[in-house]
């Protein structure tokens, strides 16, 4: 018996610039960080010839092919998992929530299966076959942000180059910034659950298309990600916090469908009552609000008096690990 703690992320810059029908033609950038939010996988050898598998459903099935949750189903696929094991997944946060469920959620299992297995594997390694399986086998439109910052944990720069390789580089900040990083960024739950997929299928086909305005949205947001990097290394997060504005910008120009009007009055609200910039955290109309506040108990007393859910967080410098074995 094993147990496996893998983060979740917000993404702090160029998100969006990760997608291959991107970074392929033009390299991409983004800084992501992992928080103390996570999927918890757990996994057991059993003396029957079967899968059982426990998550917000229960399984109990005599072949690979007849798992229902897609990334249950290819990881044992392509790991060629015999019958024989149990695993159970519980999380902190729910699914579809733009904090990179789905590609945590495929490193913890792979972190898992490897570990009882007693196979080593890098986290790049882990990150690369998280992303395999759900960029190439199950050809969902996704970036490989998720997967990478799960298996590496922190706060970290990935440079996703046109070859498919990926450079990760930490972000060089002081323990003073990221204090104050943890300080001030506060992140707001809208009570919407929605999958990626749309919005981001979306974006891949255009960009795959060559559409010019989404090309340049998107060159302009990887910019953005790098000054970001370069405001936090010199410690100048109000700064950051206004970027942060300016990238919610790019983001919504992406597609009509990225916000709707109670996020832009939540927006407008937590702008006029401490917040320097935020954006919504993932592809867009659901999931969290992030904001960098100068003033977070006034910004956390507004948007909770307005109905939102704040979610308190600090930042994961572990990745995925083993929690637990027996």
Same mark, same amino acid.
Not at 2 to 23: A, E, H, K, N
Not at 182 to 204: C, K, N, V, W, Y
Not at 279 to 296: I, Q
């Given at each position: 018996?094993?147990?496996?703690?893998?983060?979740?992320?917000?993404?702090?810059?160029?998100?969006?610039?990760?997608?291959?029908?991107?970074?392929?033609?033009?390299?991409?950038?983004?800084?992501?960080?992992?928080?103390?939010?996570?999927?918890?996988?757990?996994?057991?050898?059993?003396?029957?010839?079967?899968?059982? *598998?426990?998550?917000?459903?229960?399984?109990?099935?005599?072949?690979?092919?007849?798992?229902?949750?897609?990334?249950?189903?290819?990881?044992?696929?392509?790991?060629?998992?015999?019958?024989?094991?149990?695993?159970?997944?519980?999380?902190?946060?729910?699914?579809?929530?733009?904090?990179?469920?789905?590609?945590?959620?495929?490193?913890?299992?792979?972190?898992?299966?490897?570990?009882?297995?007693?196979?080593?594997?890098?986290?790049?390694?882990?990150?690369?076959?998280?992303?395999?399986?759900?960029?190439?086998?199950?050809?969902?439109?996704?970036?490989?942000?998720?997967?990478?910052?799960?298996?590496?944990?922190?706060?970290?720069?990935?440079?996703?180059?046109?070859?498919?390789?990926?450079?990760?580089?930490? #972000?060089?900040?002081?323990?003073?910034?990221?204090?104050?990083?943890?300080?001030? *960024?506060?992140?707001?739950?809208?009570?919407?659950?929605?999958?990626?997929?749309?919005?981001?299928?979306?974006?891949?086909?255009?960009?795959?298309?060559?559409?010019?305005?989404? #090309?340049?949205?998107?060159?302009?947001?990887?910019?953005?990600? #790098?000054?970001?990097?370069?405001?936090?290394?010199?410690?100048?997060?109000?700064?950051?916090?206004? *970027?942060?504005?300016?990238?919610?910008?790019?983001?919504?120009?992406?597609?009509?469908?990225?916000?709707?009007?109670?996020?832009?009055?939540?927006?407008?609200?937590?702008?006029?009552?401490?917040?320097?910039?935020?954006?919504?955290?993932?592809?867009?109309?659901?999931?969290?609000?992030?904001?960098?506040?100068?003033?977070?108990?006034?910004?956390?007393?507004?948007?909770?008096?307005?109905?939102?859910?704040?979610?308190?967080?600090?930042?994961?410098?572990?990745?995925?690990?083993?929690?637990?074995?027996?």
């Amino acid at each position: 018996m094993l147990i496996t703690r893998t983060p979740l992320r917000i993404s702090i810059g160029g998100g969006g610039t990760d997608l291959p029908s991107f970074y392929r033609r033009r390299s991409g950038f983004v800084i992501s960080a992992a928080i103390n939010k996570y999927v918890f996988l757990g996994v057991n050898r059993t003396f029957t010839q079967e899968y059982m *598998l426990k998550y917000s459903q229960q399984e109990r099935v005599a072949t690979i092919p007849e798992i229902k949750h897609a990334l249950f189903r290819e990881v044992f696929r392509e790991r060629n998992t015999p019958p024989g094991i149990e695993v159970m997944s519980m999380a902190d946060i729910p699914a579809g929530t733009g904090l990179g469920s789905s590609g945590t959620f495929t490193v913890g299992l792979l972190r898992a299966l490897n570990a009882i297995d007693r196979r080593h594997v890098t986290a790049g390694q882990l990150a690369e076959d998280a992303a395999h399986v759900e960029i190439d086998v199950l050809g969902e439109p996704v970036g490989k942000q998720d997967q990478y910052i799960a298996a590496y944990g922190g706060l970290t720069c990935f440079e996703f180059h046109p070859d498919d390789r990926v450079t990760a580089t930490p #972000l060089a900040i002081s323990e003073d910034t990221l204090h104050d990083l943890e300080e001030h *960024l506060l992140l707001f739950f809208t009570g919407f659950a929605r999958p990626a997929s749309a919005i981001l299928g979306d974006q891949h086909t255009r960009t795959n298309d060559g559409d010019q305005a989404m #090309l340049d949205n998107l060159e302009r947001t990887k910019d953005l990600g #790098l000054r970001i990097r370069d405001v936090l290394e010199a410690g100048k997060t109000e700064e950051f916090g206004e *970027l942060m504005n300016e990238h919610w910008q790019r983001k919504r120009a992406r597609s009509s469908g990225m916000s709707n009007p109670d996020i832009d009055r939540w927006y407008d609200k937590a702008i006029a009552n401490g917040a320097v910039g935020g954006k919504l955290v993932g592809a867009g109309t659901g999931g969290f609000l992030m904001f960098y506040a100068t003033d977070a108990p006034r910004l956390r007393a507004a948007l909770t008096a307005d109905g939102l859910q704040e979610t308190r967080f600090s930042f994961d410098l572990d990745g995925s690990i083993v929690l637990f074995r027996d």
